[in-house]
């Protein structure tokens, strides 16, 4: 198996939880980005008939390996039945995954949630409190979708992970990697519990 690389995360909006999905894959956090000439490893929308639009304006146009993952936060949000059922049945084409974030009821009330959602696939998801379980199980998710494909050992050729240009929505700036961290968060390239190390 070749090495893997780092997953890139971006969001479609700002708040979606871009940063808490790219703190547990421990990835890249590229913040909002748009358009659909180079995505991410990973998409990240709010379960809303917006986000969700604006998922499927940008989703590859044939399904298959190696495109980047769909991962909507619900918020709760009842996803079983009416338009954000229908929506999400829709807009699973072209993703390599679709898959549902749950909401962590006790994350606002957590000192530092980040730090807890890094943990995450460190240990086995029954190992870990119910309330972050079903969320660690998506994200196990994520990975298998991620490595099935192949899509972590393409080579980043300069784009700092990212398939093809970034199109940042508007007010935020892409540029070189801040001096002081070169670029990458503390800590990305820890290995974790399911044998993976990027």
């Known amino acids: 198996m070749s090495a893997l690389r780092a997953p890139t995360v971006g969001g479609l909006a700002g708040g ?6 790219a703190h547990a894959l421990r990835g890249r956090d590229l913040g909002p980005v748009g358009g659909a000439a180079r995505l991410p490893d990973v998409v990240v929308c709010r379960a809303s008939v917006s986000g969700l639009e604006r998922a499927a304006r940008i989703a590859p146009a044939t399904p298959g390996a190696g495109h980047p993952v769909l991962a909507v936060t619900t918020d709760g949000a009842d996803t079983s039945e009416g338009p954000l059922a229908d929506r999400l049945r ?9 898959v549902l974030l749950p909401r962590v009821l006790h994350w606002p009330l957590v000192g530092d949630p980040l730090a807890e959602a890094t943990s995450l696939l460190t240990l086995p998801a029954d190992d870990l409190p119910e309330p972050v379980r079903d969320y660690a199980r998506a994200l196990t998710r994520i990975v298998e979708a991620l490595t ?9 050729a300069g784009t700092d992970g990212v398939t093809g240009p970034l199109r940042p929505v508007r007010g935020v700036r892409i540029g070189p990697p801040e001096p002081e961290t070169g670029g990458r968060r ?4 820890v290995p974790v519990a399911t044998g993976l190390a990027w």
């Open 16 to 21: 979606v939880g871009t940063s808490t999905v």
């Open 90 to 98: 829709d807009g699973a084409a072209g993703w390599a995954a679709l």
């Open 148 to 156: 099935a494909g192949g899509r972590l050992e393409r080579a980043d």
């Open 186 to 189: 503390p800590g990305w390239s």
